[in-house]
């Protein structure tokens, strides 16, 4: 498997607020530009695009025709939340390598018709969760908080554990400017947070946000001519298990990853020791904690000792989130962990650059299903 | 103009064809649940058809005993129609029937501090607020019947 035919020319972002008025078009044209002008390409270069949400207006073809195209040829809407990023940017990969499009676009919205947290609505659910959402439970957070307390009970992690992963996230958001959440918080103010879903308190949840985030991709052979130092897909792996149903996953100590990893790093010869940058997918901070351990980072319930020895920031063994990631940067669906990854192999993170960054590894989705993409700065030989 | 979503009625569950035996019989006060007549494999939730042998299955009543494998404790509105409820406790209970039949339901008759994992629960069936459909809802066994 190579997918270093083709490579990330490109990166764009809106600005990440708690409210921006405007609707996922919007945000996502705009995204798409700034991607596109930072490659050095133009609307009318592009003949691919993809995304992927749970049903929002804001489609590849919506957008495609609100950035002047009047045709587009390939595209593909994925629907999935933060667990299929991955795939999807492989998808694109594999799209341009394939010889089915030139310049692929790959973006995420969130507007304000978007939140994952809450259900106010009043609701008639079917599928698998007609059986839990009349229990009150049906969001996302209350799922993985099942997952923390049982990894608790299993290896005797604590909250203290998951305040480690949350206060070393928002300690690299106060140094990046496009993060909603900057104010630096230590042991106590984790422990003050408010209870939303014992064991998760505040902090360890996502910070919801509208805005949107775009990549380019083309072939490695055309990024050569392009604006900026191509980064490349290395390689990606995927996995799913217990149909994708959380409270089915025979075991919540550990996720997707557990599947994942050892793909992950057969198909590229690599392993967490070689990762200088990591993105770990932290819709919650429990999320990292388990992943953070099936990538083989460390070993079942050493996260807590991990973080609060400063190996997963700069000066330790790998940087995790420089960015801030989910949790203080903002809920962009992970595909802001691309962008990211993206700025920092090309050496473009300002006060925030790891130094010598020439592989990253990028976690998308949590419990049962999930993937993953290794970037490097060189084609593998 | 904002909708007062705390007086809005809980979710309530959208029957489909693999399922409405679930819900026909919790509504006539017995939990059924699939189960494969050839190879005994229960399913939850239901399938057609026995995902190992792919025989057709039925509904058969389970026991309503089992282990808490995990729990929340809901502590801020989060669900429609459950606000005035918080905080209230969530577990996924493993059924005595078979290791990994599981079923999700709220705790009660207890402290939420006082849940714990690996605690011993017994079902019992409550109607949801809002309709006819029947839920059920687990509370800790008697002492006597705590296994060791
Ligand atoms: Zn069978």
């Given at each position: 498997m190579d997918l270093s035919g083709a490579a990330i020319v490109g990166i764009g972002r809106t600005a990440y607020r708690r409210q921006s008025g405007r609707t996922g078009i919007s945000l996502a044209a705009e995204a798409v530009r700034v991607a596109l002008d930072d490659a050095g390409l133009a609307p009318a270069d592009v003949d691919g695009m993809t995304c992927f949400s749970t049903g929002d207006p804001a489609t590849p073809h919506r957008v495609s025709h609100a950035i002047g195209l009047d045709e587009i040829g390939w595209t593909v809407n994925t629907y999935a939340g933060g667990n299929q990023v991955a795939l999807v940017i492989a998808n694109a990969a594999a799209a341009i390598i394939t010889g089915q499009a030139d310049v692929v676009v790959v973006y995420r919205v969130l507007d304000a018709g978007v939140r994952y947290g809450k259900v106010t609505d009043a609701v008639e659910v079917g599928g698998v969760e007609q059986f839990s959402a009349p229990h009150g439970y049906l969001v996302p957070p209350q799922w993985f908080a099942m997952w923390a307390r049982r990894h608790q009970h299993v290896y005797g992690s604590t909250c203290e554990d998951l305040g480690a992963i949350a206060i070393n996230s928002r300690a690299h958001a106060v140094a990046n400017e496009h993060a909603i959440a900057r104010d630096p918080i230590d042991l106590d103010d984790y422990l003050a947070g408010r209870w939303i879903v014992e064991p998760f308190r505040v902090y360890d949840l996502a910070y919801e946000v509208d805005g949107a985030v775009a990549l380019v991709l083309t072939s490695a052979e055309q990024a050569k001519d392009l604006a900026h130092r191509a980064v490349y897909p290395i390689g990606a792996a995927e996995g799913t298990g217990a149909g994708g149903m959380p409270d089915l996953w025979p075991d919540q100590t550990s996720m997707y990853s557990r599947i994942v990893a050892p793909r992950l790093w057969e198909r590229t010869g690599l392993s967490a020791a070689d990762i200088d940058v990591a993105c770990m997918y932290d819709c919650f901070t429990y999320t990292v904690m388990a992943t953070f351990e099936d990538f083989g980072f460390?070993?079942?319930?050493e996260v807590g000792d991990y973080f609060r020895a400063g190996r997963a920031t700069y000066g330790g063994d790998v940087v995790v989130n420089p960015h801030g990631g989910l949790l203080s940067e903002g809920y962009l669906h992970g595909l802001n962990h691309h962008y990211e990854a993206v700025l920092q192999l090309r050496g473009g993170a300002g006060v925030r650059q790891v130094d010598d960054a020439e592989l990253a590894l990028v976690t998308a989705g949590a419990g049962p299903y999930g993937g993953a993409i290794v970037y490097g700065t060189e084609r593998p030989c | 103009m904002s909708i007062d979503w705390a007086k809005l009625p809980p979710p309530q569950p959208a029957p489909d064809l693999d399922s409405q035996g679930f819900w026909d019989s919790i509504g006539h006060g017995e939990l059924r649940l699939r189960r494969c007549p050839s190879c005994a494999l229960w399913h939850h939730p239901p399938l057609e058809h026995c995902r190992r042998c792919a025989t057709p299955t039925e509904f058969e009543p389970v026991t309503s005993t089992g282990t808490v494998y995990t729990f929340i404790v809901q502590r801020q509105p989060a669900v429609v129609g459950y606000s005035a409820l918080v905080p209230y406790t969530v577990a996924i209970v493993e059924l005595d029937d078979q290791p990994g039949l599981r079923l999700t339901g709220r705790i009660v008759d207890i402290d939420a501090d006082e849940v714990h994992i690996g605690m011993r629960v017994d079902s019992r069936i409550e109607l949801l607020p809002g309709g006819d459909f029947h839920i059920p809802v687990f509370s800790p066994t008697l002492p006597r019947e705590a296994t060791p």
């Open positions: 460390c070993e079942k319930g | -």
